[in-house]
């Protein structure tokens, strides 16, 4: 079992930034690659970034890239999610999930989950 709790988020108006957190506890954090998804209300849990067990892989959804990074730091057992310039359509609860061995970006595909972080972006 692998156990994730998200922290970090909270509201920030249009252009603002935000770092999420995972901190991870359980089996082997390095076994796993780790992804971020959001969900926002009536819309369905979709893929945010992803980064590899060893951190030098990283992977971004189309309307993220150039403003949110994604990290790792294995000697802390923790996994970030660097936003920044946010915008409204930010809004959403944001997870973080982890995979054995290789990054996916269906949510279906992951193993363990965190129970979500609240970030709101005011207009």
């Known amino acids: 079992q692998v156990q994730l709790v998200e922290s970090g988020g909270g509201l920030v108006q249009a252009g603002g930034s935000l770092r999420l957190s995972c901190a991870a506890s359980g089996r082997t954090f390095s076994n796993y690659a780790m992804g971020w998804f959001r969900q926002a209300p009536g819309k369905e849990r979709g893929f945010v970034a992803a980064?590899?067990?060893?951190?030098?892989?990283?992977y971004y959804a189309d309307s993220v890239k150039g403003r949110f990074t994604i990290s790792r730091d294995n000697a802390k057992n923790t996994v970030y999610l660097r936003m920044n310039s946010l915008k409204p359509e930010d809004t959403a609860v944001y997870y973080c999930?982890?995979?054995?061995?290789?990054?996916?970006?269906?949510?279906?595909?992951?193993?363990?989950w965190g129970q979500g972080t609240q970030v709101t972006v005011s207009s």
């Open positions: 980064v590899s067990r060893g951190g030098s892989g990283t």
């Open positions: 999930a982890a995979r054995s061995v290789i990054y996916s970006t269906t949510p279906t595909q992951y193993h363990y």
